[in-house]
């Protein structure tokens, strides 16, 4: 009995004997160190707080997808169609024709209260300025002369919608109309997030499209052609989020509110949209944008 207790008292002694600093080396040496690797682990997986029906982000430059909810599931997509609008009159050209402003495009407007570019019967403007009056107050008015003009007559121009949009490979989209407004029904025309993404990567490769959405307003001088126009973009990331450089928002009561959005940071670059994100908070749409654009500059 006597030895067993003179072990136990050595074995104290020389447990005592250790230096803190060494007994605190010794617990260190087995915790988890923190990296780069195991900070990434505790981010969250997915972004939180994406207040929409459907929506995607992607990695611009590579194309690789970061989150997507519903990506394939086709919703009516409002204004957003506007997108496609601009990109058949970019890709036809001709932007310093002049399209002199009727009464039919006001009227257009005013019966479908539509969002409109504030336009004066008997104006005359160039395509390149109907194009800023409807991508940047997304002017119903301004897309009803660009089609008539382009198409020549709208069941022209929509149908050159339509074929642009296969050769972009956007197979489950379809356009009734130039502005994505509820005719002939609310959800005639309609796409999905993954085609709204090729559409907004095919736009945002044409200098002249990426010059007019990443303004945040834009004025016209009166001449004796045209009244004094200012246009300010609907787009509230722009000015709000850094490194906004566009694109488009939409609303319609079928659509709820809808962006398609791009930032730019650090060398990355990521483009998204959510759609139907509620159809009475038009901020929230903003809102969900910001937080998809964090969690993705963030590391995704």
Same mark, same amino acid.
């Given at each position: +009995? ?12 020389? !447990? ?14 087995? !915790? ?8 990434? *682990? ?20 590579? /194309?690789? =997808? $970061? ?6 599931? %086709? ?8 997108? +496609? #609008?601009?990109? &058949? ?21 005013? @019966? ?8 004066? &019967? ?24 660009? *089609? ?12 050159? $919608? ?6 972009? /490979? $956007? ?15 609310? =959800? ?12 907004? @990567?095919?736009? $945002? ?7 007019? &959405? ?5 004025? &016209? ?24 450089? /566009? ?6 009561? !079928? ?6 959005? @791009?930032?730019? %940071? /650090? ?26 654009? #964090? ?6």
């Amino acid at each position: +009995m006597h030895s067993l207790r003179r072990v136990a008292v050595a074995a104290c002694v020389i !447990a005592c004997a250790v230096p803190a600093a060494q007994v605190g080396g010794l617990a260190a040496a087995h !915790a988890t160190p923190v990296t780069a690797s195991t900070a990434a *682990a505790h981010r969250p997986a997915a972004p939180a707080g994406v207040v929409a029906v459907a929506g995607d982000l992607v990695n611009a430059a590579s /194309g690789k =997808r $970061m989150w997507s909810r519903g990506l394939n599931t %086709r919703h009516p997509i409002a204004s957003l169609t506007k997108v +496609m #609008t601009a990109l &058949v009159v970019l890709s036809d050209g001709h932007l310093n024709r002049k399209i002199k402003v009727t009464e039919a495009a006001i009227q257009y407007a005013a @019966e479908h209260s539509a969002g409109n570019a504030g336009l004066h &019967v008997g104006d005359v403007l160039t395509a390149w300025q109907l194009l800023e009056g409807m991508l940047l107050p997304s002017g119903a008015d301004a897309a009803y002369l660009l *089609a008539h003009s382009y198409g020549p007559g709208w069941h022209a121009f929509v149908k050159a $919608m339509n074929v642009k949009a296969r050769k972009l /490979g $956007m197979t489950r989209t379809h356009f009734a109309n130039f502005d994505g407004l509820p005719w002939p029904s609310p =959800r005639a025309t309609y796409s999905t997030p993954r085609d709204l993404i090729l559409l907004g @990567e095919a736009a $945002m490769k044409v200098a002249g499209f990426r010059q007019i &959405v990443g303004q945040r307003r834009h004025r &016209v001088a009166a001449t004796r052609a045209h009244h004094r126009y200012v246009w300010t973009n609907t787009n509230l990331l722009l000015g709000q989020y850094r490194g906004t450089i /566009g694109i488009k928002t939409g609303y319609t009561t !079928a659509a709820g509110y809808c962006l398609i959005f @791009e930032a730019k %940071r /650090g060398g990355k670059e990521l483009m998204g949209v959510v759609l139907d994100s509620t159809n009475s908070n038009a901020n929230m749409r903003f809102t969900s944008a910001r937080r998809l654009l #964090t969690w993705g500059f963030a590391g995704g």
